[in-house]
C-alpha cells in the first residue's frame, strides 16, 4: 500500500515527509480556495512566494499582479488582497499573479522538494482525488494551518482526501470530516478561530465561497515554481 502522510502545519513540514510524493497543500482560509478561483478565472500563473519584497521582485521582471495579504487585508500597493471574490476573470484574465500569504504561501514553499505538488480546497477536492487515485507515488497532504496550530478547516479538507483515497490512517482528520461535512460554511464561521477572525474583518461572503465543495474541475500544481492549471 502507498504511504500516506499528514502534517497539519506549515511548520510540521520536513524533507522526510515529502520528499518523492506527490504533495497536497491546503490552506482552505483562504490562500488555496483564492489559487483555485484565479486559475478558473483565466490566471496563467501564479507564483507564491513568502514577502511582499519577493512578490515585487518577481512582479517588475514579469509584468505580474501583485496579490496576498498580512494580517488578513491587502498589503499596501498590492493590486488586489487574498479575498477568492477579488479575483474576478475581467481584473485577472490572462494576468500572472505574484502571490504571497501569511501561512498558505509558506506552506506551498516548504514542500518543493515534493515529486509533485498540488493545491486543494474544498472547492476542487473531488479532482485532486480523482489524480491521486491514479498516481504512482506515495501521498502526504500538508495543512497550512494559521500561526503554527492546526487549522480545523484544513483538517477537515484533508479529512475528505484520506476518505476519498480510503485510508483507515488519520481516523481524527476523518471524523472531523464526517461530523462537518454537511455544514462547512458553519464550521468554518464558528467552529474555526480563523473563521472568526476573518468574520470579525468583514469576510464572511469569502468563508461562505469557501464552503462550496467541487464546483471546479481544476488541479493546480506548482511547476517551475510557478502554480499552473495540470493537463490531463
Ligand atoms: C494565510 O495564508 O495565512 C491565509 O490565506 C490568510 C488569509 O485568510 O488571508
Same mark, same amino acid.
Given at each position: 500500500?502507498?504511504?500516506?502522510? @499528514?502534517? @497539519?502545519?506549515? /511548520? ?11 504533495? =497536497?497543500?491546503?490552506? =482552505? @482560509? ?5 489559487? +483555485?478561483?484565479? @486559475?478558473?478565472?483565466? %490566471?496563467?500563473? *501564479? ?16 509584468? %505580474? ?53 498540488? *493545491? ?15 498516481? /504512482?507515488?506515495?501521498?502526504? *497532504? +500538508? ?7 492546526? #487549522?480545523?478547516? /484544513? ?18 482528520? =476523518? ?32 468563508? /461562505? ?9 481544476? +488541479? ?5 515554481? #510557478? ?6
Amino acid at each position: 500500500m502507498r504511504r500516506i502522510e @499528514l502534517a @497539519l502545519t506549515a /511548520d510540521a513540514v520536513n524533507p522526510r515527509l515529502v520528499y518523492g510524493t506527490a504533495c =497536497v497543500v491546503i490552506d =482552505v @482560509l483562504r490562500a488555496s480556495t483564492t489559487i +483555485v478561483t484565479a @486559475l478558473a478565472n483565466g %490566471c496563467p500563473e *501564479i507564483i507564491p512566494v513568502e514577502t511582499p519584497e519577493e512578490a515585487r521582485t518577481a512582479a517588475r521582471a514579469r509584468n %505580474c499582479l501583485l496579490g496576498g495579504e498580512r494580517g488578513g487585508r491587502r498589503i499596501e500597493g498590492f493590486d488586489l488582497g487574498n479575498s477568492p471574490l477579488e479575483y474576478r476573470q475581467e481584473r485577472i484574465e490572462g494576468r500572472p499573479i505574484a502571490f504571497t500569504t501569511t501561512n498558505g504561501t509558506r506552506a506551498i514553499r516548504a514542500c518543493a522538494s515534493a515529486d509533485m505538488v498540488l *493545491i486543494a480546497s474544498f472547492l476542487n477536492a473531488g479532482s485532486i482525488l480523482q489524480v491521486l487515485r491514479v498516481q /504512482d507515488h506515495d501521498t502526504s *497532504i +500538508v495543512c497550512a494551518g494559521t500561526r503554527g496550530k492546526p #487549522s480545523l478547516e /484544513d483538517t477537515v479538507c484533508a479529512g475528505m482526501l484520506l476518505e476519498g483515497l480510503n485510508t483507515r490512517l488519520e481516523a481524527e482528520a =476523518v471524523s472531523l470530516w464526517r461530523q462537518h461535512s454537511k455544514n462547512l460554511a458553519q464550521m468554518m464561521k464558528h467552529a474555526s478561530a480563523h473563521g472568526r477572525d476573518l468574520m470579525s474583518l468583514g469576510f464572511e461572503k469569502d468563508i /461562505d465561497f469557501a464552503a462550496r465543495a467541487d464546483i471546479y474541475d481544476i +488541479v493546480p500544481i506548482l511547476e517551475n515554481e #510557478s502554480i499552473v492549471r495540470k493537463q490531463s
